[in-house]
């Protein structure tokens, strides 16, 4: 899962993503409305945390265009603003939640866990697919009952093959939601992560395909 965390002040934002990339999401910081507005032109995100200060382009702003553009992943504000009408106004533009500066992390984080939830999964709370099922809260897998652990790159390839099971899912697609700007990546380690997970599931009769020119396929043949 990708995250865009559009937050000017520094301390803060380093807190925030330290503690979500601990979680297993990519996050993009950016620090101007302006490079938000150019980031979500530029990838495609799961969630947008908007601090409603930003320098250049305000949050709302940003909220605004976002929205007009047809994009509809959730968005989280934050801000130290506490006024009625500027919640109302940040809901009223599409913002999917609002939290007052100051605040705990881990709040923050139950909030992203249970917006992306909702955007992906309704009021499921776990993929079920063959032997495979995932809590969509916690990200815990079992297969056949049997607990397994996934680095939090494993996860992120299988997670998004769990999520469109007998579809093919590009390499591009795979890179766009692992991988943040800031980090060089080839189309090789994709492959490198499919391997590993393929070792971790093929006793349980799941295949991950490679479709030759397009991508990878899930499969279930237990």
Known sequence: MRI?????????????????RQCGYTVDHVSSGADA????ATAPFDLAILDLGLPQIDGLQVLKRLRSDGRRFPVLIVTARDGLEDRIAGLDLGADDYMIKPFELP???ARVRAMIRRSNYGAETEIVYGPVRMDIASRDITISGEHIEFSSRELAVFELLLQRPGRVVSKEQLLDHMYGFDQEVSQNAIEVLIHRLRKKIEPYGLLVRTIRGLGYLLENES
């Open 37 to 40: 507005d150019t980031a979500i």
């Open 4 to 20: 865009l965390l559009a937050e000017d002040d520094e301390v803060l934002s380093d807190g925030i993503s330290k503690a979500l």
């Open 107 to 109: 709040e923050l984080e």
